[in-house]
């Protein structure tokens, strides 16, 4: 009933309603966010990546720290995975949140903020202080209907910059900072708008005009992590990949606009040895390795694969889906037939079908597979309950092996029709089907 109500409103009364929750929301708890920074983050891939670094690099300068990201929701101490499959979480859920953080003396809210998001005005009642900008490629198309329009959506959250009060916290006027990835061709469009401090970050010596442009020099990663120098300043990241470096750099910005010196930015970096669900290693002593991973996407796939070619391996067995529920339909037969023709032995399954016909979605999937030259039934496989694709996966690995699993991550849930939630976690799952083997 819910769903037919929603596909027969109009539009505008749908607008209206999200933006009344959103003013409401914030009137009702107090305007949590004009007491604490607000550092918001969005770009298409590395959102979620930038928060988790920036928190545990303000935590170990000795801040308290709240953040709410498709990872984590974390109020200082008390910090849990995100098991409500949505990143930005209800207007009221998220502004308690935020006035949690405020209860729990937190200096800082870092929250990912996501188009969708801020098209149904989830962004409003939050007093933003710092933006952060990561990389624009197409991506949730369908839902908002062409890339310009993804693109518009994004660019409205650094045009309310200007417009959000001022703070003053400790006796300490907060300046309203904009942030941005220099090497994106897009970043100028979002380094262009109002603010008081501009920064930006690149790998390839771009400034574009920021004003304080942080350019890492010597950069490099391997299959032990990535390094790079910025100021004689030396970096080491234990996290896998370019992006990653990238995703690096913009916490660094943040950090260093918090007037953090780089010796702690650095020592913060150093200590992350990973990120929930995200090229994430599960290690139980086996002789293969098993890798948890949100990519859901071609380019981040890609990104993925770039990674596991720098890691010494045999065969890679490869278990993925597709989202339905209105996800770019697309991407199904590309990210099948990047699989095909990468990984040694495919195998399909569902991932979070929503309403849509998860059999369907599979077949997607398989069939690209097939185009780029996987055999059914010999390096090809559909098995839609998703449990049992990893179990095969990790009973076909042999030692020196690669398993990846890919597109949820470290989500706590498989969404299926008519919004039904069954708990999941591909890693605890890995987990539990590998000491199996042991």
Known sequence: ML?????????????????????????????????LIVIGVTGTSGKSTVVYLITKILEQAGFKVGA?????????????????????????????????MVKANCQYAIIETTSEGIEQYRHLGINYDVLVFTNLYPEHIEAHGSFANYKKAKLKLFAKLKTDRPKLITGNKIKKTIIVNLDDEHGKDFLAHQAEEKLGFSLLGRTLGAENSIVAE?????????????NKQEFNLKLLGQHNIYNALAAVAVCKSQQLSLS???????????????????????????????????KATQALYDIVKLISHKKIIHVLGA????????????????????????IVTNEDPYDEDPGEIINTVWLGAKKAGKKNNKDLFKVADRGEAISQAINLAKPHDVVLITGKGSE??????????I?????????SEIDKTL
């Open 423 to 431: 708990p999941w976690d591909d890693r605890q799952f890995a987990k």
């Open 68 to 100: 709410v990201s498709t990872i984590i929701f974390k109020v200082d101490k008390k910090e849990k995975l995100n098991d409500k499959k949505m990143t930005m979480i209800g207007r009221f859920a998220l502004q308690k949140m935020i006035k949690k």
């Open 264 to 298: 702690s930015i650095a020592k913060g970096l150093a200590m992350v040895e990973s990120v929930p669900g995200r090229l994430e290693f599960i290690d139980q002593g086996q002789l293969f390795k098993v890798i948890v991973d949100y990519a859901f996407e071609p």
């Open 218 to 230: 010597n950069s490099s990663s391997g299959s032990a992590g990535g390094k790079f120098t910025i």
């Open 323 to 346: 989202a339905g529920g209105g996800r770019d339909k697309s991407r199904r037969l590309i990210l099948g037939q990047f699989a095909g023709a990468n990984a040694d032995i495919v």
């Open 3 to 35: 769903n037919i109500l929603r596909k027969i409103t109009p539009r505008a009364v749908k607008r209206f309603y999200h933006y009344f929750l959103a003013i409401f929301a914030n009137f009702y708890y107090g305007s949590p966010s004009d007491k």
């Open 412 to 421: 706590q849930a498989i969404v299926t029709k008519g919004g039904k939630i």
